[in-house]
């Protein structure tokens, strides 16, 4: 097994490294495109590629669900089904079993839920977490947690969820045996610093090869969310990975990294340019704006990605406002083009010692657009 | 301007030849992919010419409505706005006025209508349709005609079709000034071949550089179609590109092809390939169906498109199972891939004189497929 983590350069808290997996190397920090269904939605591989991926995400809820994960297995395993030779991470499928399926009934053996798809009876314990995984062949697995909302929950059940979470990993831990594949814990513990230390500590004792902080993403109060990375970054090992699950917007991924967060996973690149919003360096700006109209110009000057350059502002309008599929598909090119060039120049940044400059240089062109 | 057309091959009726035009050459018999707003549904350019294809096509009725044809010049020019440096065909959108359009009335003056997007009234007159084309910057540019149904009409509708199509023709000549691009005359006159050689006489004597047969399009009676078109292409100067329009299935190609036909295009491929069903040289298979779930080979054996080199039949099934636009897109590709390919491999069976049997041979297989 070729896992490795290095850490190569840091500027205050953030950090630049080097992780090693089976299907290649990865260089922190790094944005991972989000395959949910065994496809970057709109986006052939090579198109994730050439937009600078080095390692995307794919959802073990939805695989498992369909196409299922034996036939994924039997057909030689995820890289090979989805055509994307690069590393791939897997979901440990709990966040999507809190959030997608239906009458989830969560015990300490598991959870039992019914698909969105069909609303067949199912269950997902922490083995079969692994399992999944295992049979997806991704280079990097997650634990099964339970991933409580940060807005909807009170303390105790925070406190139980991380109880559960730590239990859960250990038994993941148990039960994980493929030698090419990693297995990474989940901090849970909401805004509770206490919980996300007690649950951390018990995490770190069982010697995982990296480490994640769950239960922020998807946009559930960013500035709460902003106060309280830097001490829950903090929490986790210094010589290993640190991912922060299914965020968000690029201010975000710079407050995580600014914390020392080394991995980051989040669908708005992608479903913000299904929806005609690009993410630019003078921030974000709508396609289906009546302005562009006629706009020349490409969706973000000085970007070197394939929308923008050879499109303009004004036939991405044009394809947006005619409903061609072209244009969610150029639009998610840009965005994730955009974010991982974000991770670049926030690397370099690292590496030259001027990160925080970079940071608020950024927030302030971010904040000043119209 | 650099149009010419070249005869290189004959095999009976069927021909091999050689048109230049201001972007560049083609070589026929040739299909062309159809960009109606602008891109080839769900896919790149670059996609696009991977496939095979030499020529587009464009429609004017789409580009003129949205996002308007004087745009589309102050941007560049079509070429330009879509990112597409080879040749491009537009039509000269009398056949969408007449089945897209609402309230339709003809008269000797022109076409008035209403727009099928937003019930605005317009009118597309000869000169109209000319200058339309001059402002898209097409290389090649078709006359309005006025286009009845082959199923709907009577002989007196038919007959005066005809008459219009002609004057129209000498209209849209007189008004065409452009000299980097070139404007093909539509034969009109349904399956009476009198009529057909009536207009075929009338607009050979006004010397076009290409001749195109309308009223043939979208599948209306394809055996009539059939027995119809040796006499009705024989009716064209053999010196010049012959352009079916709007057709069709293979077997229509192939049918076409035999009687002396040069030029093609349908939206069949990409249409059918975003509804899962897929060309092949056994017959077309649909993606959908249950016994391609765990399929591990192409979705043509032998086909060398970017989607049979590098998925299987079960991920395609997988990605129309879970509605993510990658499946419209890879079979799309592979569907334009496999007309082109098919019109590659008639004009190598025409060079060496076995036309016939390469047709007999891939009617053959298309009839005792599954």
């Known amino acids: 097994m070729a896992f490795a983590f290095q850490l190569q350069a840091t500027n205050g808290a953030a950090r630049a490294g080097l992780v090693t997996t089976t299907h290649g190397p990865i260089e922190t920090p ?27 995400l794919g959802n073990t809820y939805h695989l498992a ?5 034996e036939l994924i297995r039997d057909l030689g395993g995820l890289h090979k089904f989805m055509n994307w030779p690069g590393p791939i991470l897997t979901d440990s499928g709990g966040f999507q079993v809190f959030s997608l399926a239906t009458q989830v009934k969560i015990t300490d053996e598991g959870a039992k839920f019914r698909s969105h798809i069909d609303g067949s009876p199912l269950e997902l314990t922490p083995e079969r977490a692994v399992e999944i995984q295992q049979n997806l062949g991704s280079d990097i697995a997650m634990v099964l947690d ?17 109880d559960r979470t730590i239990h859960w990993a250990a038994r993941c831990k148990a039960h994980h045996t ?70 968000g917007r690029p201010q975000d991924l710079l407050a995580g990294v600014a914390s020392g967060i080394d991995m980051f996973d989040c669908v708005m690149p992608t479903r913000n340019g299904r929806n005609a919003l690009a993410f630019t360096a003078d921030g974000p700006i709508r396609l289906r704006n009546a302005k ?10 000085g970007c070197g990605c394939y929308c923008c350059a050879n499109y303009s502002r004004a036939y991405l309008h044009h394809l947006f406002s005619a409903e061609e599929m072209l ?29 925080e400059a970079f940071h608020a240089g950024c927030l302030a062109r971010w904040n000043t657009a119209s």
Chains 1, 2 share one sequence.
Do not use: W
């Open 327 to 355: 244009g969610p598909t150029l639009l998610s090119l840009h965005n994730v083009a955009f974010y991982l060039r974000l991770m670049r120049e926030a690397r370099q940044a690292i590496t030259e010692g001027r990160f």
């Open 30 to 56: 790094v944005f991972m495109p989000v395959g949910t269904q065994g496809t970057v939605k709109g986006l052939t591989p090579e198109m994730v590629r050439d937009a600078g991926a080095q390692i995307i």
């Open 292 to 301: 562009h109209r006629r706009d020349s110009t490409p969706v973000e000057s």
């Open 146 to 162: 339970e991933c409580p909302s940060l807005k909807e929950t009170t303390p105790a059940k925070v406190r139980a969820a991380v």
């Open 178 to 247: 493929r030698t090419d594949q990693v297995l990474f814990a989940i901090v849970q513990g909401g805004l509770d610093i206490n919980l996300r230390a007690t649950c951390a500590t018990e995490l770190v004792a069982m010697d995982f090869p990296g480490y994640a902080l769950g239960g922020f993403s998807v946009g559930e109060a960013p500035e709460a969310m902003h106060a309280a990375l830097p001490a829950c970054a903090a929490l986790l090992p210094e010589g290993k990975p640190r991912y922060l699950m299914g965020v």
């Open 65 to 69: 669900l369909r196409p299922g994960d």
